[in-house]
């Protein structure tokens, strides 16, 4: 259905009960004007996180959204208490959506509020049966970022959990990008888990077969003839960095393996005291 009509749908009337202690619970459809009027009761809660608001609106706007009980909860004086991401996204994203509606709780109860531990993308995977679920989770994650455009780990385009799941469902290279990522971390631990995965992904989608022979020698040195393959150079970079006392972020290191895997399309034999390095005004390396 598209999302304006559903944002315009009637509003069933809710259903409501009432607890003994006087706490009302009703299931409500929230279209984008009624969160912009919930939000004016938010004047004590914490500080907006963009990046999730962003998440939850994508999954509402794309029909992604699932119903998981969690509540949108109130104070007996009517300020807002927990919800203010999801109501946000509602308002973002235009697309209404039913929540359960908390109303009279007590204002202590925000002290226990988000107490417990976040479930994790690794954690939905394992829900779903994905082998190395941690593994996984970290190399799907990077690559969705990948993407989504952000090739360094950062400017705040993390997937949503469906978005993830559905990755995992439609792409045949992503478990053979976490097959690389687990040899890697089986292996010496040269190349980060999740950095491992994500090259891999990204080189079998230009060429399989030399995304096989370069990562063989990327990250088990199997097949190496010379000093001079830009695999052998990078793989033994990144190994004396790892064990050096000055750290190297894992952008750099991807910024690293492109270049070397660039220099391996090309069939280019370097001097073995070659090093690969990105200054801070160069533009991140694009695989060829």
Avoid at 136 to 161: D, H, I, S, Y
Avoid at 175 to 192: C, D, F, H, K, Y
Wanted: hydrophobic share 40%.
């Amino acid at each position: 259905m598209p999302k304006a009509s559903v944002a315009r749908m009637p509003s069933p009337e809710p259903v409501r009960m009432v607890s003994r202690a006087g706490i009302e619970y009703s299931v409500e459809f929230i279209t984008p004007e009624i969160a912009e009027e919930m939000l004016t009761h938010n004047t004590d809660n914490r500080s907006v996180r963009r990046s999730r608001v962003n998440r939850y609106a994508r999954d509402m706007e794309s029909g992604a959204w699932r119903e998981d009980g969690a509540a949108i909860r109130f104070a007996k004086d009517g300020t807002l208490l927990d919800g203010q991401h999801r109501l946000l996204g509602v308002v973002q994203s235009g697309v209404g959506i039913w929540m359960l509606v908390v109303r009279n709780l007590p204002m202590e109860a925000q002290d226990t509020m988000d107490d417990l531990p976040v479930r994790t993308l690794a954690d939905t995977f394992g829900f779903h049966g994905v082998a190395n679920k941690t593994t996984a989770a970290a190399v799907v994650r990077r690559v969705l970022m990948w993407q989504n455009g952000a090739k360094t780990n950062q400017g705040g385009k993390e997937p949503t959990k469906t978005e993830a799941l559905e990755a995992w469902r439609i792409d045949p290279v992503l478990p053979l990008a976490v097959e690389a990522a687990v040899a890697s971390r089986a292996g010496q631990r040269i190349i980060p888990p999740s950095i491992a995965g994500l090259a891999f992904w990204v080189f079998y989608s230009i060429e399989p077969d030399d995304c096989d022979d370069f990562m063989e020698k990327l990250i088990k040195g199997i097949g190496i003839d010379s000093a001079g393959e830009p695999a052998y150079i990078v793989r033994n970079q990144i190994e004396k960095q790892a064990n050096a006392a000055g750290r190297v972020s894992e952008t750099e290191f991807l910024a690293w393996i492109i270049k070397a895997w660039n220099h391996f399309r090309a069939g280019r034999t370097l001097s073995p005291n070659y090093r690969y390095k990105i200054t801070p005004r160069e533009t991140f390396p694009e695989p060829r």
